[in-house]
């Protein structure tokens, strides 16, 4: 049987981890980002899409491509979560599972990033457990395409 694809999609300044911030990100980079889901995928038996992007418009475009191609999105929307209806709209109208992760737990930092319009969409968000929460998405992901089954 075709294992069923997942796209993990990553938006702006997610490529300066390690450099961006440590003491609140961490010292990983997006390429020990990517290592953790591929691990976790071949774990779970998925395929995944793995990609980052600065360009909001960009995001919206490969949000839109998983229409008929993917089976969920797991996205850490980074800022454009905080400010991006357009992504919002491109989630509403892909019809796909989607879970949010953040590295960092948006609650406990500044009051403008307590508020995401993609939770909005999302089947279930994951913050503050650092790129491990891209680990759990991915589990969570895998469970709710088996149970769509
Ligand atoms: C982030 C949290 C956002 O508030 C921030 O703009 C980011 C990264 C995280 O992974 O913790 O760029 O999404």
């Not at 294992?3 to 999609?9: G, K, S």
């Not at 889901?37 to 418009?57: K, M, P, S, Y």
């Not at 357009?86 to 953040?102: F, G, K, Q, T, W």
């Not at 590295?103 to 508020?115: A, K, Y």
């Amino acid at each position: 049987m075709k294992r069923p694809l997942i796209a993990v999609l990553n938006g702006p300044n997610l490529n300066m981890l390690g450099l961006r911030q440590p003491e609140i990100y961490g010292h990983a980079t997006l390429d020990d980002v990517e290592q953790v889901c591929i691990q976790a995928a071949e774990r779970l038996d998925v395929a995944i899409d793995f990609r980052q992007t600065n360009g909001e418009g960009e995001l919206v475009s490969w949000v839109q491509e998983c229409r008929g191609r993917a089976s969920g999105i797991v996205i850490n929307p980074a800022a454009y979560g905080h400010t991006s209806i357009a992504l919002l709209d491109a989630l509403h109208a892909v019809d796909l599972p989607i879970i949010e992760v953040h590295i960092s737990n948006i609650h406990r930092r500044e009051p403008f990033r307590h508020h995401t319009y993609v939770s909005q969409v999302a089947s279930g968000v994951i913050c503050g457990l650092g790129i491990r929460g891209y680990a759990h998405a991915l589990q969570a992901m895998a469970d709710i395409i088996e149970d769509e089954g």
